[in-house]
């Protein structure tokens, strides 16, 4: 059994807890950040992601690479901008930035005090 901090449990009665583990989650890693740096440039490729990873020094496989992406996606800060589709196989997803800036305001537990900019 895992334990929580009561600000982030499930039942918490402020959801915006759960946005901010959410947050955290996804930010957690050198390479998350990476790709939010290079997505943020413009919108990106899959295939444009992994190369730009490569070129720094980082080598993921190619779930390693979703498993990164769904994270940021799963926490609103990246979304599908649309598909490439190459040759017969399955069309490669373009990803755009969501979220540019992440307000949080940890004295004030009003809900509006959390604020995501689009």
Known sequence: MTLEPPCCHP?????RW???RNFVRA??????????EF?????????????HLKNEGEELTRSGLYYH????????????AGYLEEGGGAP?????LKTKKIIIDLLEMEEESDRVVE
């Open 69 to 80: 992406l769904s994270e940021l996606k799963n926490a609103d800060i990246i979304e599908v």
């Open 92 to 96: 490669e997803k373009v990803w755009k």
């Open 39 to 51: 997505i943020g440039e413009g919108k990106r490729s899959t295939k444009e992601i992994r190369e």
């Open 18 to 20: 759960l946005r901010l």
């Open 27 to 36: 930010l957690r890693f050198p390479t998350r950040w990476a790709v939010i």
């Open 11 to 15: 039942d918490d009665p402020h959801p």
